[in-house]
């Protein structure tokens, strides 16, 4: 199975902030990486896909980059409505992984 | 829009099977893999496997002994039994539709979900 290191594990940020989480892989998966966002008592959504896809719906101010090993989820201006849990997920190869998951709370 | 609602017992005795349905209406059932995911209290998401509507399946080898899932299109629904449960199999358990991108790579992505129901497993 591919190992995950998503990081930081816990962020704490103001609104207005840029925010970066990483995600880093075991081995080389291209771009077969997605991430989704969490808020509590609710189903994951959707954010990006195929590494640095923006779902339709998802605002602009969300982005994803890299390939390979090592991935970046950027919120550029950070929103009260953003302060949620954030997970990477990489399709490469089975089983299907997560990563352990980076909570944005309230600084 | 597709909508995605898992349905089953809220509770399970240890050693017995789980048993949960997931029902896609505003859409059809035909031309996407369906997942089953799940969330232990306060932890991460563990991808559990899923099935195309064809009947082709795809388990997490951690559950794989123990998974089945099976999918009716005549019902719009797919579902899962997860045999032989312990206190640790109690989570939230969210079913998803798995799309992928149309044309280069296939790319895939869990675009619609339902909403998640809480399984306890508990004598």
């Known amino acids: 199975a591919i190992w995950m290191t998503q990081s930081p594990s816990l962020l704490s940020a103001s609104t207005g902030d840029r925010v970066t989480i990483s995600c880093r892989m075991s081995q080389g998966i291209s771009s077969y990486l997605a991430w989704y966002q969490q808020k509590p008592g609710k189903a994951p959504e959707l954010l990006i896909y195929a590494a640095s896809t923006l779902q339709s719906g998802v605002p602009s101010r969300f982005s994803g980059s890299g390939s390979g090993t090592d991935f970046t989820l950027t919120i550029s201006c950070l929103q009260s409505e953003d302060f949620a849990t954030y997970y990477c997920?990489?399709?490469?190869?089975?089983?299907?992984?997560f990563g352990q998951g980076t909570k944005v709370e309230i600084k | 829009q597709v909508q995605l609602q898992e349905s089953g017992p809220g509770l399970v005795k240890p050693s017995e099977t789980l048993s949960l349905t997931c029902t896609v209406s505003?859409?059809?059932?035909?031309?996407?893999?369906w997942s089953w995911i799940r969330q232990p209290p306060g932890k991460g998401l563990e991808w559990i496997g899923y099935?195309?509507?064809?009947?082709?399946?795809n388990y997490n080898p951690s559950l794989k002994s123990r998974v089945t899932i099976s999918v009716d299109t005549s019902k719009n629904q797919f579902s899962l039994k997860l045999s032989s449960v312990t206190a640790a199999d109690t989570a939230v358990y969210y079913c998803?539709?798995?799309?992928?991108?149309?044309?280069?790579?296939?790319?895939?992505?869990?675009?619609?979900w339902g909403k998640g129901t809480t399984v306890t497993v508990s004598s």
């Open positions: 998803a539709r798995t799309s992928w991108v149309l044309s280069g790579p296939r790319y895939y992505y869990m675009d619609v």
């Open positions: 099935i195309y509507y064809s009947g082709s399946t």
């Open positions: 997920q990489q399709y490469y190869s089975f089983p299907w992984t």
């Open positions: 505003g859409g059809s059932i035909s031309s996407y893999y």
